[in-house]
Structures are given as structure tokens and as C-alpha cells.
Nanobody, 124 residues
Framework: QVQLVESGGGLVQAGGSLRLSCAAS????????MGWFRQAPGKEREFVSA????????YYGDSVKGRYTISRDNAKNMVYLQMNSLKPEDTAVYYC?????????????????WGQGTQVTVSS
């Protein structure tokens, strides 16, 4: 049973930083792509970032490039999202996702497993 558990969300002022964590368990993820998505109230789920578990290749959505950094710790089965220079428009529930042989990294339907989400609120 695959489990993804996010943590690290919270309230931060604009310009501040947060680091989200995703603890992955239940299988070997070596052939998986691990992604972060976010969803703000009344908006569609938006791709944030993704990383391949084996080679660490990364991909970012345009709205977070240069501000966010995704990483993984293979030994701990953890994926991280370092978020810097946060803006009020970054406010959303952030979800960790895992997908096997993902072709379209930014497409949520390519990911078969999801965490419960963690709230990030950026005040102006």
C-alpha cells in the first residue's frame, strides 16, 4: 500500500520561505516520478515541480521557476520542496504525488498516488 504523507505547510509572510516534505512508503520508487501539485480555492490543480527518483532529473512549473527547488533523499524515501520568495498567490493546498513511468510530468492524471495535502498560506 503506497502512502504519501506531506508535512511542513503553514503560514508565512510574503518573501519568506517554507520547506515541504513528503514521506513515501509502501514500495520501491526507483522507477517513479515524484511530483508536487497545488490547488487554490476555486482553481484547478496546478503542477509545481517533479523529480525522477532514480536520476534526480527535475522539472518546474513556470510560476515557481527560480524560487522553488525540489529534491529527494533516496535513503530516507523523502521528497522535499524548498519554497523561497513566497508570494500571496502561492497560497494553496500542496500535494505530493507519485507516478510510474510518467510521460507528461505536468499532468495530474499521470500520477497514480497522492498524499492528503498540506496547507500553505502566504500573507501580504
Amino acid at each position: 500500500q503506497v502512502q504519501l504523507v506531506e508535512s511542513g505547510g503553514g503560514l508565512v509572510q510574503a518573501g519568506g520561505s517554507l520547506r515541504l516534505s513528503c514521506a513515501a512508503s509502501g514500495r520501491t520508487f526507483s522507477s517513479y516520478v515524484m511530483g508536487w501539485f497545488r490547488q487554490a480555492p476555486g482553481k484547478e490543480r496546478e503542477f509545481v515541480s517533479a523529480i525522477t527518483w532514480n536520476f534526480g532529473i527535475t522539472y518546474y512549473g513556470d510560476s515557481v521557476k527560480g524560487r522553488y527547488t525540489i529534491s529527494r533523499d533516496n535513503a530516507k524515501n523523502m521528497v522535499y520542496l524548498q519554497m523561497n520568495s513566497l508570494k500571496p498567490e502561492d497560497t494553496a493546498v500542496y500535494y505530493c504525488a507519485a507516478g510510474f513511468s510518467v510521460g507528461r510530468w505536468a499532468h495530474a492524471d499521470e500520477y497514480g498516488y497522492w498524499g492528503q495535502g498540506t496547507q500553505v498560506t502566504v500573507s501580504s
